[in-house]
Nanobody
Framework: QVQLVESGGGLVQPGGSLRLSCAAS????????MGWYRQAPGKQRELVAA???????KYADSVKGRFTISRDNAKNTVYLQMDSLKPEDTAVYYC????????????????WGQGTQVTVSS
């Protein structure tokens, strides 16, 4: 049974930092492309950051320079380090994986975590 379990969300003040983790089980993590998506109230889910099975990364323009995605294949875990957080980063953040992908996640098929709430507010 495939599981993606996110952790690390919470309430933080503007300018603060959070580190999200997503622990995967039931999949061959080393050949799985991973991504972090977010969905704010009333908005569509959007891709925030992605990492290929080979470790190449890309970011949404809105988070470039502030967020860092990384993966540890030995721990079957992908991370999202979020710095200089802004109120507009408030959303539910979802981990997503697509196994046997040589490229980026597409957001279709694959596996999803349950989501973790990130709230940026003073």
């Amino acid at each position: 049974q495939v599981q993606l379990v996110e952790s690390g969300g919470g309430l933080v003040q503007p300018g603060g930092s959070l580190r999200l983790s997503c622990a995967a089980s039931g999949i061959i993590f080393s050949i799985t492309a991973m991504g972090w998506y977010r969905q704010a109230p009333g908005k569509q889910r959007e891709l925030v950051a992605a990492i290929t099975s080979g470790g190449t990364t890309k970011y949404a323009d809105s988070v470039k320079g502030r967020f860092t995605i990384s993966r540890d294949n030995a721990k079957n875990t992908v991370y999202l380090q979020m710095d200089s957080l802004k109120p507009e980063d408030t959303a539910v953040y979802y981990c997503h994986g697509e196994t046997a992908s040589l490229g980026w996640v597409t957001g279709k098929g694959g596996y999803w975590g349950q989501g973790t709430q990130v709230t940026v507010s003073s």
